[in-house]
Every structure is written in C-alpha cells, then in structure tokens.
C-alpha cells in the first residue's frame, strides 16, 4: 500500500518516521516503535490538524510510493 511521509516525529521518540496511508491513517513507520498509533491518538484529539495533514499530503504527494514493510 502507498503510504506519505509526514513532517513531524513520533511522540514516542521515534524520530521522523510518521506515514500517512491511503486510508487517512497516520503511524509510526519505524518497526519497534512502542506506540505506533501514539501519532494518530494524540491528532484524533485535534480533528482540524488531521484534516490539514491529510490534505496538505494530498497536494504535495511526498513520496507517493513508498511501500510498506
Ligand atoms: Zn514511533
């Protein structure tokens, strides 16, 4: 599945590793990440800045094609 880069870092320390999925889902892409939903609960918060994100992705296509592990 196609996944975007989002600008940010994890809230679990990960570093800039948050994806955005096809399906408006944002995570943590790195792999022993002890929280990888800690992103997407903390924007589910703040309805508005999700909404921003998902688009904002949409118009710039970062890394459109980056395949998930
Ligand atoms: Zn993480």
């Not at 196609?2 to 399906?23: H, I």
């Amino acid at each position: 599945m196609a996944a975007y880069l989002v600008r940010g870092k994890c809230p679990r320390g990960c570093g800039e590793t948050l994806m955005l999925d096809q399906s408006g889902y944002v995570f943590c892409s790195f792999d022993k990440c002890p929280q990888p939903d800690a992103a997407y609960l903390l924007l589910e918060q703040a309805p508005k800045f999700l909404a921003f994100i998902r688009n904002d992705a949409r118009l710039l296509s970062i890394n459109p094609t980056i395949d998930q592990p």
